[in-house]
């Protein structure tokens, strides 16, 4: 006979609980046994009543009310109106048992393990007589048991061990003289004396085990939420994706480990009888869900799945008194299991300074108590420290038996967990090498679960979660590329991009799913909040998201302030804004060496030359061993269409006002004339190659002389550029002229001295044909000696520059 088990969620309400009766109702055979969970919520809803009426507090009462509800609206939802009242008066009376029971409990104000268990039993009580009922108003012809009858355990109340040898004799005897379906509550069962007893939170799931497995059932069907046992807990990391087949061992340790679609001790029955067990989808049942059954041979994955338990401590029993004295172990988990405490993981370093193990934080501090007693002696005589307890700890575990002779699963573990900032307090892996866990901070497991799930299934997309900041031209052109290209970076690159958090000066405003990128602008207004630059950064941290990006798409210094703050919380960083660069090279420094530390990255390509592979060609000729002896470049456009354009008929003022009109210059020319823009260009290339050179070490040349400078207005700013810099400007350009030249604003780093300065371009040199706004840069290096390097293009622009952003993001997740 087969064995099916429906959950909570599965018996929810009426409407569920007719899709039960539809799945059973389509099997080839009426022969089974139907396993069911209390209504979903009601279980909590008991134990919460008790805690309630524990505490003297009448609000019990609501509670009971609720519960009466939901029963009753399942009751009239189903059954006819002619049967109804039967059906009710059976419920009222075992609601009234139930009401009785909070009451006396509120009268003496206590609740014995004992009692909590008559308590919850009524939520399977209920569910599986109503469930019967269902069933016969369909037409079945069904048997109601009450699991107490032959499920027998012994008297630990909340969580009671089986008797199997008793258990399965009175369940083979039932089903000998009766057949068809039968309808059993899961959870409940009795002890020698008959007094309820239940299985453990999730225990339907081992009710159906048991009678599978004494029935030698061909299957047991355990009927869920989901379609089958994933990856990972998809509540937690939204790319999990069921699997198909999972062994008896896998499974174990991934629901050990807290995947809580089936409850650990599930498995052991049917593995003992090598009894398949399925894990179905109640609302999507044509899905083929997981099959768990005795070995596996799919390789397309080396492991299974990733589970975690997200609160945990840990006890560390150390003291030189410990190394080389052999039992020391043996003490500390004889004194834990006298106690019965549940002891989850456990390391120790090969120097036998110390044990470490995990244990739920309900058991930590009586954990505590247990080993001072045991090694109460070693403390007087300080052999042994006092026993640390470190807490807010979580477990992630990788499960797999192709980790097996799988070289690499470690390090692919730990670098996953690594690139996103999470340190491992400690780790333990079984000699079957079934399973790797790491202890990690709980603030970081939803992180890291993700993190570790994109690492290993690998064939499944990763995500980079952006955070931008700026919606000027550059950040809007931006999303909008973003947005064109996000189907092929899903589809051709496995990325996916989701922009999590949006702000520019006005609003901010953050989504989880993804704010849209193609509405930004409305979502911003409709949804947004006040910007506010300290609390976007806060909540950036909070949310604290794997592959995070920070993109600062703005020209602001105090946005620049921030970079060594975010890096520091392990989110990447990626902006055109050249402020932190060019500031101090204390603080250049910082930022290179917090990104290194942090396993983060600081991309800034866009700091020089826009979308120019400037910065990238620099730092792969110096990585790679080259020694650059000379830079040579232009790295103004404004600049250099002010130098292509100016002529003798052409006088410098005019061409600085059309540039002006054009858009070319900043909306104050001056900040372009002064050389500045290129100064720090050519001060953050020297950085990168080596030198420690503040601004001011930076000879920069102003195309203004000094009484240009000194204009106080914008007025007297035109009259003194045609003043004094037309003429200037035109013996120049005649000059170099006559010597078949041109004039061009270079910037220089050579023998460790960077330059700024017009300069005379003879035709033969590459600068002399360098059109409009474009940039140029020649590297002449050890082995670009005779024949430089260059790179050419256009250095300025938002499509360009925004491409380049872009690029800088898509880097951070394709470099591995
Ligand atoms: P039921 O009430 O049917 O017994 P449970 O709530 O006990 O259902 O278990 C199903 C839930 O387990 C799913 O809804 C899912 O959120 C959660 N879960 C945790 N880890 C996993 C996993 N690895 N695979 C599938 N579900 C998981
Ligand atoms: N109703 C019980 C619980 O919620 C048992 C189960 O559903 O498996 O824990
Ligand atoms: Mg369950």
New binding site residues.
Partial sequence: MDVL??????VKDAKNISRVIDIVSNRDSRQAVVVV?AL?GITNQLIEAAALAENGQDSYKTLLTEIETRHLDVIKALITVNRQSSVVAKVKIQLNELEDLLRGMSLVGEVSPRTLDIVQSFGERLSSYIIYEAFKERGFDVTHLDARQIIKTDSNYNNALVDFDTTNALITQWFSSHKGLHIIPGFIASNAENKTTTLGR?G??YTASILAAALNSSILE?????D?????????VSK?F?VEHVSYSEAME?SHF??????PPTIVPAMAKKIPIA?KN?FNPSSFG?LIKDSVDDNTSSIR???SIDDICLLTVEGSGLVGVSGVAMRVFRALAQEKINVILITQGSSEHNITFAVLPKEASKSKEILEKEFALERKLNLVDPIRVDKELSIIAVVGENMKNTPGISARLFEALGRNGISVVCTAQGASELNISVVIEKFHVRKGLNAIHEAFFLDKKKRLNLYVVGTGTIGKTLLTQINEQMDYLSNQTNIDVRLVGLANSKRMWFNEDGISLGNWREELDLHGSRANLNEFIQKMKEQNMRNAVFVDNTANATVAATYADILDANINVVTPNKIANSGTFKHYLKLQQLALKKNVYFLYETNVGAGLPIISTLKDMIHSGDKILRIEAILSGTLNYLFSSISEEKPFSKVVKEAKDLGFTEPDPRLDLNGMDVGRKVLILSREIGHQLELSDVSIENLMSSETQASETMDEFWQNLEKYEDGRYAEMISKAKAAGNCLRYVATIENGKVSTGVKEIPPSHPFYSLEGSDNIIKFTSSRYKNNPLTVKGPGAGAEVTAAGVFADIVRIINTP
Avoid: H
Wanted: hydrophobic share 35%.
């Fill in positions: 088990k429906f959950g909570g969620t599965s969970s979903g999730g339907s799931d355990i009927w869920t939420d989901v089958g046992m994933m990856t990972a807990d998809p509540r937690k999990a069921p991934l807290g995947a809580k679609v089936i409850y894990i109640t997981t799945g990733i589970s």
